[in-house]
């Protein structure tokens, strides 16, 4: 039996039995994910039409049947839907000189973060000299393939372009990969979960499990390729959104390098494990994973 309140259309009654059990008005916020204390708050007056078009598309109320529901009836575990993740851009490009300005693929905007992965064949490896750059691995070698790979979320005035430049001085050709994507965490873009590395002498780049530490994770599978212009290689099962490139050094591919990029959203939380990437060359490589935590 239900209680309803004084002056509640007798209509309601039907609408109550449409949402499920009653409690008191309620939504949950698109930030919270799983149902935890402070998840839930009162509908405020200025939420209710995006409640009541909710309600319409996922309860498949009619719209009066909705109005009624948010004013009368309780609105059991309402969620706001979230953006989740967007690619804004994805570009490859060769770097062979300091002070390279490479544009930024797909008109980023605030809160955007873009994504910059390079390698080449040694540890003449180029890195973003444009301001507010965070490091999420780096390495430098004569004897394996070199690579940056750094993030940075869009100010108020996003950026155009990314200048890369060589610590040394010296460059090699480097094989420079960008992705921008929507959606990301302000505060702790990368989860509060450190990147896992990995590194082999044959084969192809294999990034090793890692677990996020938030529901709707997307991971990151990170690899640089030595001595090889790879043009077949592939993203790792089940993971998506692939870019690679290759750095076609004049020396051949003896001094080459392939950078690869994929990714895979995770609903829940879980180790996330990619296989190796996918190709036909075989040689010594390096490996990055890293995931972002949703907005």
């Known amino acids: 039996m239900i209680d309803l309140p004084p002056l509640m259309d007798p209509g309601a009654l039907s609408d109550a039995r449409l949402l499920g059990q009653p409690k008191p008005a309620i939504w949950r916020p698109a930030e919270h994910a799983l149902l935890r204390p402070g998840a839930f708050r009162p509908v405020e007056r200025a939420e209710r039409p995006a409640v009541i078009a909710d309600l319409v598309r996922t309860r498949r109320l009619t719209t009066e049947q909705a109005r009624r529901a948010v004013l009368f009836v309780p609105v059991v575990g309402w969620r706001g839907e979230t953006a989740g993740w967007s690619l804004v851009g994805s570009s490859g490009a060769i770097v062979v000189n300091n002070g390279t300005n490479l544009t930024l693929p797909g008109l980023p905007a605030e809160a955007d973060i873009v994504i910059v992965a390079q390698g080449c064949d040694s540890e003449h490896i180029v890195a973003p000299n444009t301001s507010g750059y965070v490091v999420i691995g780096s390495s430098g070698s004569n004897s394996s393939p070199g690579y940056e ?138 490996a990055v994973s890293f995931c972002l935590r949703r907005a």
């Open 149 to 286: 790979l750094h993030y940075k979320i869009m100010g108020s005035t996003p950026d155009s372009f990314v200048s890369l430049n060589a610590a040394n001085g010296a460059i090699q050709a480097n094989a420079v990969v960008i992705q921008v994507w929507r959606g990301v965490d302000q505060t702790n873009p990368l989860d509060s979960v450190a990147p896992t590395k990995a590194s082999g002498s044959s084969g192809l780049p294999n990034a090793p499990a890692i677990t996020p530490s938030t529901d709707g994770a997307l991971v990151f599978a990170f690899g640089v390729l030595d001595d090889d212009d790879d043009l077949t290689v592939a993203a790792p099962s089940g993971y998506s959104n692939f870019q690679f490139q290759i750095s076609e050094s004049d020396s051949g591919s003896a001094s080459g390098a392939t950078t690869m990029l994929a990714s895979k959203e995770l609903p829940v939380v879980q180790s996330a494990d990619p296989s190796a990437f996918g190709g036909t060359d075989s040689d010594e490589w390096a």
